[in-house]
């Protein structure tokens, strides 16, 4: 051999973006865990806890609750082809680069026809648009981004649970950037079928989608005439591994899945609701202080902004890619730029999971404005990290990672 390939040794960065986010060092540790393998007894009632604690942070009791094998994108795939037949009608709220992801997905689902409803980027999609679009046609399904990373939207899913209602369609949510992060409740929120992905505001390594199915989707993809247009996504076999059964479908990605069991269990010992509060807290605080320098948050409506991540319109003459490069040679912090309909116009500062801790955003805040000044961007120097300061106070707490404090 000629070449001589060194130990791999990644450099430690400070990951705000949209994912993915920081990992917690317990759930490296379970991701370095002996391989066990995936028909092996103990193995097989590792997954059971996986299932339990998954349905707990969904808050639901559905029947089909797994994490599958692939990103969130698979997610939203597997959601789509599972119910979609030839013939069939769906709506499709496209609001940003996600959402409109599953719009494509649909598109290619055999002989189904899509219906887009689209909003701006920054915008939410207007529930009486779906209303009017759907009317007189019989929808199997609305489908919707709670949160909308790409532009920083989050919508209210029950306006639209109420229009899919009317229509009798099924309501789709893709929650990959908001389990664990933002208030989500699938059973009160009568949500059909929602999918997540692991890497976002669960902080567990990408590579899982989970997801929750209700019953009423059951007797929809029983009730099928064709079978499912995915082998690899059939919920119905997928299940088959996950439940009693435990019959081989595919292999799992055992060491994913290990990880994913202690990223739950980290998310339920400290507890959704102060796990929500967290991401608030600390959001509330990044934005103040992006605010304090005189930055222009890109979602111009506050109950629309998505608390996981936070967009940032570019001030006009500062490089989008330089900004983003010293803040990683300097500080080793990434952040996120734009695509789509909002390429080198905004910045995207993702706090999920185990990145949102209040010690981030102060540091994040102090980096931001030694970048921009070095940039030629007259920010107040310390600005933003006295206005986020300001907010802490205010809030009365200074949500920490539950784990970090002991
Ligand atoms: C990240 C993301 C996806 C895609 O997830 P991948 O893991 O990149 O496939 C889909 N939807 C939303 C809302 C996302 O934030």
Redesign the pocket.
Known sequence: MTENFGELLPPARLMLT??PSNMDPRVYRALATPLVGHMDPWFTEMMGDVQVMLRRVFQTQNRITYPIS???????EASVMNVLEPGDECIICSNGW??E?MAVIADRAPGAKVIRVEAPYGRTVDPEDVRRAGQGKKIKFVGL?????SSGVVQNLDHYRKVADELGALLVV?A??TLGGVPLNVEKQKIDICFS?S??ALSAP?GM?PITVNARVEEVIKARKTPVASWYFDFMPIMNMWGSERTYHHTPPISLIFAMREALRLALEEGLEARWDRHRTNQQALVAGLEGMGLELFVTDPAGRLVT?TSVTIPAGIDDRKVRQQLLDEFNIEIAGGFGAVKGKIWRVGLMGYSNQNTNVLLFLGAFEKVLLDQGLRVPAGGGVAAAVESYRHAGQTATMAGARK
């Open positions: 949209p994912g692939a990103s969130g994108s698979g997610g939203i996600f959402s992801r981004a709670h949160g909308e990373t893709d990959v950037a992905g890497q976002k990408p989608a991540v």
